[in-house]
């Protein structure tokens, strides 16, 4: 198996696309641009499990922010809101989508403003211990039509 750093490395260098943890693969990461003053940033992605068993991403990190964590998107009585996650679950031989109004991994307290073409790195750490660092790229949200 190909060690975390060697992975984040060869991701780096556009070797692997997408990443890919012992049975969880990461597609189509990115990380929603805002305006300078923002301070949050949402980042979104598609977690694949091949296992035959759920997984769960219990955390995330980022440097350059205060704290970051899981969130959802709910709408009650027409308004939306978002509510604190402690896991997302994946389910067996399946995927769950993070995307605008729904799951995502909220980077609160932007230190540095992000603009588009810059890379986060995001730490995700499953309920098992692994974790999985990638490189998300901030892309504008434009970019999805």
Request: aromatic residues 6%; glycine residues 6%.
């Amino acid at each position: 198996m190909i060690s975390p750093r060697r992975l984040l490395f060869a991701t780096a260098l556009g070797l692997f696309a997408p990443v890919a943890l012992a049975e969880v693969t990461v597609n189509d990461a990115w990380v929603a641009e805002a305006p300078p003053t923002a301070m949050a940033l949402a980042a979104f992605m598609t977690l694949e499990n091949d296992a035959d068993v759920e997984r769960k991403l219990v955390r995330a990190e980022a440097p350059g922010f205060d704290r970051v964590e899981l969130h959802r998107s709910i709408e009650v009585n027409g308004m939306h809101r978002m509510e604190r996650q402690d896991a997302i679950a994946i389910p067996a031989n399946g995927s769950t989508r993070l995307a605008p109004g729904g799951y995502h991994v909220m980077l609160i307290g932007v230190q540095t403003p992000r603009r588009a073409g810059d890379e986060i790195p995001v730490t995700l750490t499953f309920a098992d211990g692994e974790t999985m660092t990638l490189p998300v790229p901030v892309k504008r949200r434009d970019f999805m039509k």
